[in-house]
């Protein structure tokens, strides 16, 4: 919290508004990570997330057609990923509360607050039940936006702690993952600084930029909005960012009933006809969610977005 304090100290002091609320050595850090996110990797998982290319599994290469989680694709997924969180040095745990439920968590430790962590997680698992569900959109974009988070800070130090989550069940009636992982953390006295959630970031057919943060924030009045809006000038991402003091329907919903602070980054999504700029993912939860649909500088810039705020939040 000594960390979130110096930033409000600087940002405070900060009287024009389009003043760049980093500080110097602050950016020079963050810019090289930005700069190193890489396409080619982001479209490469998608690609085999969604069913679009083949992946190896168990000696053989296959297609994912589903990662609804009673559908084998939900597995191999499953692998994909912690083969993945393997390959950049993470020991990776997987968390079962439920023989088909496999949340996989890869933790960093951080250098100064080992024990304090700031926790990034999306859901892997996808819908329609039945037939292709790529579940693209919701939530592959998500998934890779966090695996390519994983990638980049895995051979940075940082001041706190990371757990790289990626929830299944999300899909069930409730989050089963992350609501089993909530009980785990409060009996295990997790002590979660932030909980960033990300679910559905790459539809935006209208070009507007407009993408969502769900707030909920129980223990400080720290404004997370400066440090969105100072990355979203000085790294020109162009997105519109809308506050709501709330929750998404959606993994951060079982961290905030429990008075974890959350932050939640979804496009917006709203599909009322009453809503005058109504821009909503005409395929979401259909066999058509594919990344046809994906608006790729919304979807980077939400990714560099959404890295840049992790390393601001685990690191003085
Ligand atoms: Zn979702």
Same mark, same amino acid.
């Given at each position: 919290?000594? $960390?979130?304090?110096?930033?409000?100290?600087?940002?405070?002091?900060?009287?024009?508004?389009?003043?760049?609320?980093?500080?110097?050595?602050?950016?020079?850090?963050?810019?090289?990570?930005?700069?190193?996110?890489?396409?080619?990797? +982001?479209?490469?998982?998608?690609?085999?997330?969604?069913?679009?290319?083949?992946?190896?599994?168990?000696?053989?290469?296959?297609?994912?057609?589903?990662?609804?989680?009673?559908?084998?694709?939900?597995?191999? @997924?499953?692998?994909?990923?912690?083969?993945?969180? $393997?390959?950049?040095?993470?020991?990776?745990?997987?968390?079962?509360?439920?023989?088909?439920?496999?949340?996989?968590?890869?933790?960093?430790?951080?250098?100064?607050?080992?024990?304090?962590?700031?926790?990034?997680?999306?859901?892997?698992?996808?819908?329609?039940?039945?037939?292709?569900?790529?579940?693209?959109?919701?939530?592959?974009?998500?998934?890779?936006?966090?695996?390519?988070?994983?990638?980049?800070?895995?051979?940075?130090?940082?001041?706190?702690? /990371?757990?790289? @989550?990626?929830?299944?069940?999300?899909?069930?009636?409730?989050?089963?993952?992350?609501?089993?992982?909530?009980?785990? @953390?409060?009996?295990?006295?997790?002590?979660?600084?932030?909980?960033?959630?990300?679910?559905?970031? @790459?539809?935006?057919?209208?070009?507007?930029?407009?993408?969502?943060?769900?707030?909920?924030?129980?223990?400080?009045?720290? &404004?997370?909005?400066?440090? +969105?809006?100072?990355?979203?000038?000085?790294?020109?991402? $162009?997105?519109?960012?809308?506050?709501?003091?709330?929750?998404?329907?959606?993994?951060?919903?079982?961290?905030?009933?429990?008075?974890?602070?959350?932050?939640?980054?979804?496009?917006?999504?709203?599909?009322?006809?009453?809503?005058?700029?109504?821009?909503?993912?005409? &395929?979401?939860?259909?066999?058509?969610?594919? /990344?046809?649909?994906?608006?790729?500088?919304?979807?980077?810039?939400?990714?560099?977005?959404? /890295?840049?705020?992790?390393?601001?939040?685990?690191?003085?």
């Amino acid at each position: 919290m000594l $960390k979130i304090a110096a930033l409000l100290l600087f940002i405070n002091s900060c009287t024009d508004c389009s003043c760049n609320t980093f500080t110097e050595r602050q950016f020079q850090q963050l810019a090289p990570i930005i700069n190193s996110l890489d396409p080619d990797s +982001l479209v490469d998982h998608l690609l085999k997330l969604t069913g679009e290319r083949k992946v190896y599994y168990l000696g053989d290469s296959v297609v994912i057609k589903s990662r609804h989680a009673e559908r084998k694709g939900n597995e191999i @997924a499953e692998h994909y990923l912690t083969r993945q969180l $393997k390959s950049y040095g993470y020991k990776v745990e997987k968390r079962n509360p439920f023989w088909d439920c496999v949340n996989i968590i890869a933790e960093k430790k951080g250098e100064k607050y080992p024990d304090e962590y700031i926790l990034i997680g999306a859901h892997y698992d996808s819908v329609p039940d039945y037939g292709r569900a790529p579940g693209a959109d919701d939530n592959a974009s998500g998934t890779v936006c966090v695996l390519e988070a994983a990638r980049l800070f895995a051979d940075l130090q940082t001041d706190y702690s /990371i757990l790289f @989550a990626f929830w299944d069940e999300e899909e069930a009636p409730s989050p089963m993952g992350s609501e089993y992982f909530v009980d785990y @953390a409060l009996d295990n006295d997790l002590f979660l600084n932030e909980v960033i959630n990300v679910d559905m970031i @790459a539809y935006d057919s209208n070009d507007d930029g407009d993408v969502i943060v769900n707030r909920t924030n129980h223990d400080s009045d720290f &404004d997370i909005s400066e440090l +969105l809006t100072s990355i979203n000038h000085e790294f020109d991402l $162009k997105l519109d960012i809308h506050y709501r003091k709330t929750y998404t329907r959606s993994d951060d919903r079982s961290f905030a009933k429990a008075c974890y602070n959350t932050t939640g980054f979804i496009e917006k999504y709203y599909n009322s006809s009453r809503h005058p700029d109504n821009d909503f993912n005409p &395929d979401w939860h259909t066999s058509f969610d594919t /990344i046809e649909n994906f608006n790729w500088d919304y979807y980077l810039s939400n990714c560099k977005l959404i /890295i840049g705020l992790l390393y601001l939040l685990t690191n003085e």
